[in-house]
Nanobody
Framework: QVQLVQSGGGSVQAGGSLSLSCTAP????????VDWYRQAAGKQSEWVSG???????TYGDSAEGRFAISRDKDKDVVYLQMSDLKPEDTAMYFC?????????????WGQGTQVTVSS
């Protein structure tokens, strides 16, 4: 499995903000779509947001209006900026790269980043 590298996350009070980043050491995210997923304890994995190779963002219902996904092509990093966080956003967040022209092997995942939101 190819390991993408995530950073960011942490703990914050409700209403606060956190940012996550995703990189692909040894590879490039250029020409890749990147998706963020999350899994809360005892719950199924949930798709949160994605950015395609043309940098078009999409959001799940839970993220719409509060989260922003973006790509820095120079740094080859994808970010997930999370605002107005709620306790229900508490989860482990994972990034994954994909796409027809993506040169990262399909079996890739970030190592996971914990986001904890307290009320």
């Amino acid at each position: 499995q190819v390991q993408l590298v995530q950073s960011g996350g942490g703990s914050v009070q409700a209403g606060g903000s956190l940012s996550l980043s995703c990189t692909a050491p040894g590879f490039t995210l250029h020409s890749c779509g990147v998706d963020w997923y999350r899994q809360a304890a005892g719950k199924q994995s949930e798709w949160v947001s994605g950015i395609n190779s043309d940098d078009t963002p999409t959001y799940g219902d839970s993220a719409e209006g509060r989260f922003a996904i973006s790509r820095d092509k120079d740094k080859d990093v994808v970010y997930l900026q999370m605002s107005d966080l709620k306790p229900e956003d508490t989860a482990m967040y994972f990034c994954k790269a994909s796409g027809l022209w993506c040169r990262i092997p399909e079996n890739n995942w970030g190592q996971g980043t914990q986001v904890t939101v307290s009320s």
